[in-house]
T-cell receptor, first 111, second 115 residues
């Protein structure tokens, strides 16, 4: 059973636009929600992460929005650039346990 | 380079051979995780180890697969008698602890191809 459900599977955005990727989870014990960015031939790299005691976290052009009651969180990429074209994974975990990853979103930013 | 180091980057084996994948965690990290990634799919957890201990192997196939993280040296993921279905990218990640704000840092993976 997929612990973290991610959508969409793929996304095409114009340069300068906003990219939005969504994730949902069921386990209310999850206490850490990171997002990873992966380029072809490379390993996933940590992009930004949030804990459930805050509703939003912003780092540069990247923002995580967290809705605890709906058990959903999303990644927003503002002013999307061609260099942002990559696969993005959301994840969730509880202290002392494994990370559960979403199935990934392939983002293409068109110049 | 203080990052997670995996080798080899590419490994080709014939069916029935053994594959050994190595992972050196980041300096100061004592927690190692192995994942498998198939094309167009997400990361599937395989096993979580600390030095000399397997903490969680719930994602690892019961047969042919084993993992270790000895007191000295890298973590090893071993696949015996490989089959075509073992072809995938295998990623190792390390962390300084679990959960909370102790993120996992990934290596660039080993791409295993079975002929």
């Amino acid at each position: 059973q997929q612990q973290v459900k991610q959508s969409p599977q793929s996304l095409i955005v114009q340069k300068g636009g906003i990219s939005i990727i969504n994730c949902a989870y069921e386990n209310t014990a999850f206490d850490y929600f990171p997002w990873y960015q992966q380029f072809p031939g490379k390993g996933p790299a940590l992009l930004i992460a949030i804990r459930p005691d805050v509703s939003e976290k912003k780092e540069g052009r990247f923002t995580i929005s967290f809705n605890k009651s709906a058990k959903q969180f999303s990644l927003h990429i503002m002013d999307s650039q061609p260099g942002d074209s990559a696969t993005y994974f959301c994840a969730a975990t509880t202290t002392g346990n494994q990370f559960y990853f979403g199935t990934g979103t392939s983002l293409t930013v068109i110049p | 380079n203080a990052g997670v180091m995996q080798n080899p980057r590419h490994l080709v084996r014939r069916r029935g051979q053994e594959a050994r994948l190595r992972c050196s965690p980041m300096k100061g990290h004592s927690h190692v995780y192995w994942y498998r990634q198939l094309p167009e799919e997400g990361l599937k957890f395989m096993v979580y180890l600390q030095k000399e201990n397997i903490i969680d192997e719930s994602g690892m196939p019961k047969e042919r697969f084993s993992a270790e993280f000895p007191k000295e040296g890298p973590s090893i993921l071993r696949i015996q008698q490989v089959v075509r279905g073992d072809s995938a990218a295998y990623f190792c990640a390390s962390s300084s602890g679990t959960g909370g704000m102790k993120p996992q840092h990934f290596g660039d993976g080993t791409r295993l191809s079975i002929l």
